[in-house]
């Protein structure tokens, strides 16, 4: 079983794909913190050049978690997994990405933790902007799910804590809609792609959503 879900910043797909792990038993895989670690070595390394970030990414000792309980990222031995998150990632992660040959490389590594997945006889739940199109289109179930901008803006902005101004969690929401809109068609879905509007659902619904869709296959 094989289960890409996609979606824009703050639609809830990571917890959404955490959710569906846990309660399937399958393993997870957030390709996004794949982008937002080659991010964090190119901000240590001070590159910005294409070039650069296509070496650096296909030279990376990058170790990814599966574990939806337990995802730790190790970039070249340093783990990020905490360092990833910071707003200075966010800000910076659509200029890695949107080069071609960086997802290039990330692609094939996605594949690759898939394939060696599915060999050790588990399943997946991956997410992030283009698995249901380009990493897995081939997965069992395909979901893009979607929320109202103003539904996005408040959880990142319960995510991030009341410290923040709900105006700059917005423009950051936003910026990165615009910065992503150029990384990959990620907005409409694709034909099989199930869209699942998480405006006014909470994550349990969220979960139970893609888990029938799940229980559908086979
Ligand atoms: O999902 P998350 O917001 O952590 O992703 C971080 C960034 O990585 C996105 O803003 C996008 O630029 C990039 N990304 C991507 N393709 C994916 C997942 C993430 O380009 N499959």
Known sequence: MVIAIDGPSGS???STAKGVARRLGLAFLDTGSMYRACAWQAAEDGVSDAADLVALARAADLQVGTDPDDARVRMNGTDVTEAIRLPQI???VSKVAVVPEVRGELVRRQREIVADTLAGGRGIVLEGRD???VVTPEA??????VADPD???ARRHAELG???DVAAVSD???RRDRDDSTVAAFTEAAD???VVDSTELTLEQVVDAVVALAGKVH
């Open 131 to 133: 698995t249901t199109t």
């Open 140 to 145: 069992d179930v395909r979901v893009l799910l």
């Open 192 to 194: 099989g792609v199930v």
């Open 151 to 153: 539904a996005r803006v």
């Open 12 to 14: 809830g797909k990571s």
């Open 90 to 92: 966010s800000a910076e």
């Open 172 to 174: 950051q929401v936003i």
């Open 162 to 164: 009341e410290v923040v």
